[in-house]
């Protein structure tokens, strides 16, 4: 099956600066890539995706990048702020087989003020 | 528009029991997934629902079940509790059949087995 992979595992930041999260897959069958948040006590929030026929997406302070070839994903956070803190899970599925999705193993982000 | 309502929130159960956890999609969802989130493991798909039909399947034992209803509601069931079986369970309903689109969580039922 699918396996992905996600680093770093723990992300510190200052305030103002970018974060970046890598996620690697395994399966060429996957074509649908979404990231999501997730914050203390809660379930994870989709912040943005793309899918295998686009190399980038952005939205406001959020992007993120795909390379096919690859087989690599990366989240682009930047002018980062406090409430960015959380864990970011990448994911992956494969469109064919219905909505199951292939988490990696989640990056701590924390913004220092 | 309402979100994912899981309920109940928080579980406490002894080992061995039985319990069932509920799952209310956004309207007009019609796929409902659960997923297993631990410290250890992560997330981890448990299985796929939609139009009252199991899609897919992870690879956990028969002791956790489910099903779908006619309105898209979804409950799981896991019998014979384990103590390894505390964890967050997290429902995520998606509009369409296929898998790319988007899939929209729940705020999850921390389960407890002691």
């Known amino acids: 099956g699918e396996n992905v992979e996600q680093h770093p595992s723990t992300l510190s930041v200052q305030e103002g600066d970018s974060a970046v999260i890598k996620c690697t897959y395994s399966?060429?069958?996957?074509?649908?890539f979404p990231w999501y948040k997730q914050e203390l006590g809660k379930g994870p929030q989709l912040i943005i995706d793309?899918?295998?026929?686009?190399g980038e997406k952005k939205d406001q302070r959020i992007a993120v990048t795909l390379n096919k070839t690859a087989k690599h994903f990366s989240l682009h956070i930047t002018e980062t702020q406090p409430e960015d803190s959380a864990v970011y899970f990448c994911?992956?599925?494969?469109?064919?087989?219905?909505?199951?999705?292939?988490f990696g193993t989640g990056t701590s982000l924390t913004v220092i003020p | 528009k309402a979100g994912v309502t899981q309920t109940p929130r928080y579980l406490i159960k002894t080992r061995g029991q039985q319990v069932t956890l509920s799952c209310s999609p956004i309207?007009?969802?019609?796929?409902v997934s659960w997923y297993q989130q631990t410290p250890g493991q992560g997330l981890q798909f448990l299985f796929e629902?939609?139009?009252?039909?199991?899609?897919n399947k992870g690879n956990f034992p028969g002791r956790f079940s489910g099903r779908q209803f006619s309105n898209s509601r979804s409950e799981m069931n896991v019998s014979t509790l384990e103590l390894g079986d505390s964890a967050l369970y997290l429902c995520?309903?998606?509009?369409?059949?296929?898998?790319?689109?988007?899939?929209?969580f729940g705020q999850g039922t921390r389960l407890t087995v002691v």
């Open positions: 994911a992956a599925s494969i469109s064919a087989t219905g909505n199951q999705f292939y």
């Open positions: 309207s007009g969802h019609r796929s």
């Open positions: 399966d060429s069958a996957s074509n649908y």
């Open positions: 995520a309903s998606s509009l369409a059949p296929l898998g790319n689109t988007e899939a929209f």
């Open positions: 793309i899918r295998s026929n686009v």
């Open positions: 629902y939609f139009s009252e039909t199991q899609r």
